[in-house]
C-alpha cells in the first residue's frame, strides 16, 4: 500500500514538493474530508527507485506523523519493512 499521513499533520507543506510521484495532496484536496495532508495509497510507491527512505517523511517536521501502512498485492513496497511495523502503523521514522 503506502505510507500514511496521521491526525498530527500540522498542515506546513513540507512533504508535498519531496514526493517524486506526486502522490501527496494537502488538507484541501484530502479526500477524506479530514483537515491534513493525504497519501494517495494508489500512486505512493514509499520512493522505491527514488530514494533510499520516504522522502516525505524524511522532510516531516512533525515526529512520527507518517506512518507505515499494509503493503497490498500489487502495490511498489519497500521490502525491508517488518510486516508489524505496517500492521502496527509504526513511524517511518522514529
Ligand atoms: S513515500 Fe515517497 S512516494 Fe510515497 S508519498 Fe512519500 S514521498 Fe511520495
Ligand atoms: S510535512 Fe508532515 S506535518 Fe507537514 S504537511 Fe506533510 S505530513 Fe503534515
Do not use: F
Not at 500540522?10 to 497519501?39: K, L, M, Q, R, S
Amino acid at each position: 500500500m503506502a505510507v500514511k499521513i496521521t491526525d498530527i499533520c500540522i498542515n506546513c507543506g513540507a512533504c508535498i514538493d519531496e514526493c517524486p510521484v506526486e502522490a501527496i495532496v494537502d488538507d484541501e484536496d484530502n479526500p477524506t474530508g479530514e483537515e491534513i495532508y493525504y497519501v494517495y495509497p494508489d500512486k505512493c510507491v514509499e520512493c522505491v527507485g527514488y530514494h533510499d527512505t520516504p522522502a516525505c517523511a524524511e522532510a516531516c517536521p512533525t515526529e512520527g506523523c507518517i506512518v507505515w501502512d499494509v503493503c497490498l498485492e500489487g502495490a511498489t513496497c519497500r521490502d525491508d519493512v517488518p510486516a508489524e511495523a505496517r500492521e502496527n502503523h509504526q513511524p517511518v521514522i522514529e
